[in-house]
Structure formats: structure tokens, C-alpha cells
């Protein structure tokens, strides 16, 4: 089973399409969305983002902690997801 | 479903973005969650943060970042859509193309030097901006490209000249 972990915001349309995504495709995944964080999570939960991606945009999924997608990108998830 | 307050806003946008040039995204869907998003941040932040990037909250840090932002005109000329895919260019209004994802152009050179207008800078304005003229209308404006509509008379982008 692959750990994927996606942060959101709850205002995106785009990641709303990438949880719409995942849960099509039945893919177990935690996420969180960034903007309903306050104060030190918050902090914990940017310094995260940025570190995969350096933009620190959303949607940003990681998969066991090796791959990144930055977007919505089904093919690139269907790759890293092995779908 | 989507709020009485989202639809009548998604009504607003689509009439001011018509008068001016501009297209909303064809899935009607997709907008009103984004007009959700741009309510919710309106009462979160007191300004139309954009819906798709997190917001300071302080507005003074996310002055290019209020919709319209300060980057759908470039990423509109570059990608057909805005970050959000909010604001589509004709082709995808018309359904002819899809809206794909915009790379964030946020926090990249600034704006005005980044855009390949470095072959004279005679006549450049202050701002370090070209100026544009509508040869439809007259219309003129001061940025890195010409709009690719004229807001006043629906011309085309390529119906501009360099003014100055």
C-alpha cells in the first residue's frame, strides 16, 4: 500500500479535481488542507510543501515520501500511484 | 450545489469579463466552486484572495494575488487560463480546447522585465512598461504585452501597435 499524502487548499478547484481523482480511483490518502491551518501546524505544513515543492503551490501530492506532483496531474498520478 | 451568493456572483463575473474582453471558464461547475472560494476568502481576509494559492492574510502581502491577479493576463497569453482556470482564453471558452494546469508564476522575475520587450528602450515609459495602442480604437495601456482583447472594442491582440 503506497502512502500518499496530499495538501490542499479548501478554496481550490484544482484540488478539488485531485481529490475527486484519488477517490475515483479508490486510493487511500490522508490530506490536509494548508489554508484552514493556523500557527505552528500551519508553519509545519508550508516548510513541507516548499521542501517537495519549492513554489509551495497546491495541489502538491506526495507518494511514499519519493515522488512529487505538483498539479493536477492524473497521468502523472496514475504513474506514481501505479493506476 | 453551490449558494444563491455564488451563482449571482458567477453571473457578475461572467457579465464584466464579457464587457471587457475576457471569458470565464466554459464548466460551470468548476467556476461556482471557485466563486465559493473567492466568497469564503472575501469573509476570511476581507479581500478576493485567489482561491487556488494560500493566502498571507495580510493584504498588503497578497496584493498581486487578489482576483484578478496581478499574473491571469500573462499566464492567459501564455497557458489559454489563469492559475485557477478561472479566466479562459476565446479557444477554450468555445470549447475547442481544454483548460490543462497553470505552472505557479508567482514568485518568479518580476512581471515587467520578464517579458521579451528588451529591443529598444526608447520611448519606454516610467514604469519601464511599453505602451500599446488599439489601432481599432485608440485605447491605450502600459503593460508587458497588449491585452489579448482591447477592453473597449473587442479587437484582437494583434490589432495593437507600439505606442511608446
Known amino acids: 500500500m503506497k502512502k500518499v499524502m496530499l495538501y490542499a487548499l479548501s478554496t481550490c478547484g484544482w484540488c478539488k479535481k485531485t481529490r475527486a481523482f484519488l477517490d475515483d480511483n479508490d486510493v487511500e490518502y490522508d490530506y490536509v488542507y494548508v489554508d484552514l491551518l493556523k500557527g505552528y501546524e500551519r508553519e509545519q505544513a508550508i516548510e513541507t510543501v516548499r521542501k517537495w515543492n519549492p513554489k509551495g503551490s497546491f495541489p502538491t501530492v506526495i507518494v511514499d515520501e519519493q515522488h512529487v506532483i505538483v498539479g493536477y496531474k492524473p497521468e502523472q498520478l496514475e504513474e506514481a500511484l501505479g493506476i | ?164
Not at chain 2, 40 to 46: D, H, I, P, Q, S
Not at chain 2, 140 to 146: D, S
Request: charged letters at 35%.
Open chain 2, 1 to 164: 450545489m453551490s449558494s444563491p451568493q455564488a451563482k449571482a456572483l458567477y453571473e457578475r463575473l461572467k457579465r464584466e469579463a464579457e464587457a471587457a474582453g475576457y471569458y470565464l471558464n466554459p464548466d460551470v461547475d468548476f467556476v461556482l466552486d471557485l466563486m465559493e472560494g473567492l466568497l469564503t476568502n472575501e469573509e476570511r481576509y476581507g479581500y478576493w484572495a485567489c482561491p487556488c494559492r494560500l493566502a498571507d492574510g495580510e493584504r498588503e502581502k497578497d496584493l498581486d494575488i487578489i482576483c484578478p491577479c496581478d499574473y491571469r493576463d500573462p499566464d492567459l497569453g501564455e497557458y489559454g487560463a489563469c492559475y485557477c482556470a478561472l479566466y479562459v482564453s476565446e479557444e477554450i471558452a468555445r470549447g475547442e480546447k481544454q483548460a490543462e494546469p497553470v505552472p505557479e508564476r508567482r514568485g518568479g522575475a518580476p512581471l515587467a522585465e520578464k517579458e521579451d520587450h528588451e529591443e529598444e528602450l526608447v520611448g519606454f515609459t516610467r514604469s519601464g512598461l511599453p505602451v500599446w495602442r488599439c489601432k481599432v480604437c485608440g485605447y491605450l495601456c502600459a503593460r508587458p504585452k497588449p491585452p489579448l482583447k482591447c477592453p473597449i472594442c473587442k479587437a484582437d491582440r494583434d490589432r495593437f501597435e507600439r505606442f511608446a
